[in-house]
């Protein structure tokens, strides 16, 4: 996803909550406008592991529409967009 590498690097995490098997983590990133100028943004990645944390049961991304649009996550196998 080359579209999102640049942002990705330069993100900067600002929280962490974790429970027994979940971790979810805030970042605040910049998002290339076609424009060319950035944007601030924030997203939250939620991680769910299996009992014992011995594997990863699924990985969330959520980010704003400005974010999301910037790239068909539709196209990639196993990416759902979910409502609300």
Known sequence: ???????????HQLR???????????????APLPS???????QLETIEF?????SIISYRIRMN???SKLLDFLTLP???RVPG
């Open 1 to 11: 996803m080359p579209g999102l590498a640049r942002s990705f690097a330069a993100r």
């Open 16 to 30: 962490e909550w974790t429970n027994q098997n979940r971790l979810l983590r805030e970042w605040s990133c910049l």
């Open 36 to 42: 060319g100028e950035m944007a601030p943004t924030n």
């Open 50 to 54: 299996a009992e014992g944390l011995e």
């Open 65 to 67: 529409a400005l974010f």
């Open 78 to 80: 196993g990416i759902e």
